[in-house]
């Protein structure tokens, strides 16, 4: 899924991956912004062998059942899809004690829900019963580790964003031995504070009130960043702004229309060269021609269904990539195959040159819409402007970092 994930998204950045041991039992408690893309993501990144667990209603058929299986999801039975089925959890806690047993990790969303909100909601307390169950079932020998992650996405429901996993050092449960021994109840209760804490430093957090002043802030830094490791630590900082009340103020100060949108990459251009403007969109248009079309089919097909079906924000991304990817996975050996028939060409090299030119006008795009947007600042008094916004929100940031 790497490959799909490369396409879809602009950049995934990484950060804090170094604190996830190497061979420790551990489980991976992360944020649920996204649906079942989050999974996705994870899986394909995480340096480990991962299990996942997965509302029930989703093993609804023996085939269902036999197939998540194999791609290591495990059933979690919860109130809201039926009371009756809730003793089935102790099939799956045993499961998940087996595979940390054997110092296996799995994936926990531990907030319950999927929601796009750029907050961490108040953890519910399955990842703990698992963790203190897993420790007590081996008499907390296991030295289990509990990795606070979370996913942050610039845009969950949008193609060519960026994505930033964050990554917090593990929480070592055999410390809490002496307090579960104790009270089990209590033992849960400051865990799960703990945790939450350690979630919330992966997390840049923006209450539902700030957005809209944040996402006119965010871009202006967002590409001037070389070092992307210190991208989380960044977008945290860049948070805090929208607390200041003259940030408020210099940001409402510049009006712009939908289609102005500023990006530090389009102010760097400046005011461009019509000729390498022209250049540009003659790359993108030869792109456009040999690139997108003879692979927009299944694309434009997921992209319609998805429109149409899907009504939860949550579940549009991973919706429309999954149907992306299935779609062209049939689309692309029988369009291959039928180029290949009618200009006697090899089967491997007309799909290579397919999935080469559909990347070529991928990459071609990102830069021809930063390029476009630049057209925007043929006005020096416009661009001036903008730069000077910018300025002053650089100032107000260093103060406050």
Request: aromatic share 12%; charged share 20%; hydrophobic share 45%.
């Amino acid at each position: 899924m790497r490959f799909s994930l490369f396409v879809f998204y602009k950049r995934i950045i990484r950060n804090g991956f170094e604190n996830i041991p190497n061979n420790q039992p551990s489980i991976f408690a992360c944020t649920h912004p996204n649906s079942f893309l989050d999974a996705i993501i994870i899986g394909a990144y995480s340096p480990r062998k991962l299990y996942f667990l997965a509302r029930s209603d989703v093993f609804n058929t023996p085939f269902k059942m036999w197939l998540l299986s194999k791609m290591n999801l495990i059933p979690i039975y919860r109130l809201q899809e039926g009371s009756e089925n809730l003793h089935k959890n102790e099939d799956t806690f045993a499961k998940c004690f087996e595979i940390m047993k054997k110092g296996g990790s799995i994936l926990i969303f531990s907030e319950g829900i999927s929601i796009t909100d750029k907050i961490v909601r108040p953890l519910k307390k399955g990842t703990a019963r698992i963790a203190f169950g897993a420790e007590s079932y081996n008499n907390f020998s296991l030295d289990l580790q509990i990795i606070p992650m979370s996913l942050n996405y610039t845009y969950p429901s949008k193609f060519r964003t960026e994505v930033i996993i964050g990554v917090q050092p593990p929480i070592a449960l055999k410390n809490y031995k002496a307090i579960y021994e104790a009270s089990q109840v209590k033992a849960i209760r400051q865990f799960n504070s703990e945790l939450f804490e350690g979630i919330k430093a992966a997390s840049i957090i923006v209450e539902p009130d700030k957005e809209k002043i944040y996402e006119i802030i965010a871009p202006l830094f967002r590409t001037q960043l070389v070092d992307q490791s210190k991208r989380l630590e960044e977008e945290q900082n860049w948070s805090e702004l929208a607390d200041l009340e003259k940030t408020i103020q210099i940001a409402k100060s510049y009006k712009y229309s939908k289609n102005e949108e500023i990006s530090e990459a389009a102010i760097e251009y400046g005011q461009p060269n019509l000729l390498f403007l022209g250049l540009i969109q003659l790359l993108y248009g030869l792109t456009y021609v040999v690139g997108f079309l003879p692979n927009a089919i299944p694309f434009v097909i997921a992209q319609k269904v998805t429109d149409k079906k899907v009504r939860l924000i949550e579940f549009y991304a991973s919706v429309r990539l999954c149907l992306s990817v299935i779609l062209y996975l049939v689309y692309l050996p029988l369009v291959s195959y039928l180029l290949g028939s009618l200009l006697n060409l090899n089967l491997i090299m007309v799909s290579g040159l397919l999935i080469l030119t559909g990347l070529g006008y991928v990459i071609v795009r990102d830069h021809y819409r930063l390029i476009k947007q630049a057209t925007l600042f043929y006005s020096s008094e416009k661009l001036d402007k903008v730069i000077d916004l910018r300025n002053q929100l650089l100032a107000i940031r260093n103060k406050v970092i």
